[in-house]
């Protein structure tokens, strides 16, 4: 049977360099989804090899670091970040995170954790 919808109570929950993420949807293999909510800063600087990163700013502001490039963003902003794309980010936000095709661990690599000394919104 196929699935249609996925719902919060199954969804994966967990915290990472700073940020909450729900996880949808793990086995569809077009993309993984996630609610991403932010306080301060992701605090890890990170590429992946095969996905693009799109953000939808559901709500707040702040700023992303692609490449090294600022790029300020508030609510309804779009954020993609294409493979190979170097990413960290600082505000007060909640997010929808699509990852395409879906996420493999595998494929992420690390480049730094942040500090929080670096973060504008504290």
Do not use: C, W
């Not at 293999?29 to 700013?57: M, N, W």
């Amino acid at each position: 049977m196929v699935k249609y919808k996925y719902v919060t109570e199954d969804a994966v929950r967990f915290t990472k360099h700073g940020i909450d993420l729900t996880v949808y949807g793990q086995n569809v293999p077009s993309a993984t989804v996630v609610r991403v909510t932010v306080e301060e800063g992701h605090f890890q600087e990170f590429y992946d090899l095969v996905s693009t990163y799109t953000y939808y700013i559901v709500s707040g502001e702040g700023t992303f670091y692609l490449d090294d490039v600022a790029v300020a963003v508030q609510a309804t902003d779009l954020v993609v970040a294409p493979p190979r794309t170097r990413i960290h980010y600082f505000g007060r936000m909640e997010i929808v995170l699509i990852v395409s095709p879906q996420y493999d661990a595998r494929n992420e690599r690390h480049v730094r954790f942040v500090a929080e000394s670096e973060s504008p919104y504290k």
